[in-house]
């Protein structure tokens, strides 16, 4: 970072100094304002690009588990000697299954964590003690 010399004039009034502080601190304000433009901006296409990521995965994913359904009923039928409607319900079956398991699972993680940031209050409180205290 470089830094600049400010140059002082001890001929200047109070005025002219609120003057050019009320200058400075518009400009530093309007220097803020377009670098938060710039990160949300930056933030929003990262998300999108992220939205379209996870879109992209799920249909793939989509595909190949009815491509994997039909090809575990049609070889479960195979063995059934042609039977593919059992293979079909043997498939449907271990699909619903999965499903259950993972819906199952998903409520359970969504279910356990706090998201009420409790490990930040905790050290939240000791900072506060520390503050109050701080020979403690």
């Keep these: 970072m470089t830094t600049?010399?400010?140059?002082?004039?001890?001929?200047?009034?109070?005025?002219?100094?609120?003057?050019?502080?009320?200058?400075?601190s518009k400009k530093l304000v309007g220097d803020e304002i377009r670098l938060s433009k710039l990160e949300v901006k930056d933030s929003i296409h990262g998300a999108a690009r992220g939205a379209i990521q996870l879109g992209l995965g799920f249909g793939i994913g989509l595909l190949a588990m009815v491509s994997f359904t039909i090809l575990l009923a049609t070889g479960i039928g195979s063995l059934a000697r042609g039977h593919m409607w059992l293979g079909a319900i043997v498939a449907g079956i271990l699909d619903l299954a999965l499903g259950a398991w993972l819906v199952m699972r998903g409520l359970?993680?969504?279910?356990s964590p706090s998201y009420t940031f409790g490990e930040s209050r905790a050290e939240l409180r000791r900072t506060t003690e520390w503050v109050r205290h701080p020979t403690a």
Aim: charge should be negative.
């Design 4 to 24: 600049r010399d400010v140059l002082i004039d001890p001929d200047a009034k109070v005025t002219e100094l609120v003057r050019r502080l009320t200058d400075d």
């Design 108 to 111: 359970r993680e969504i279910r």
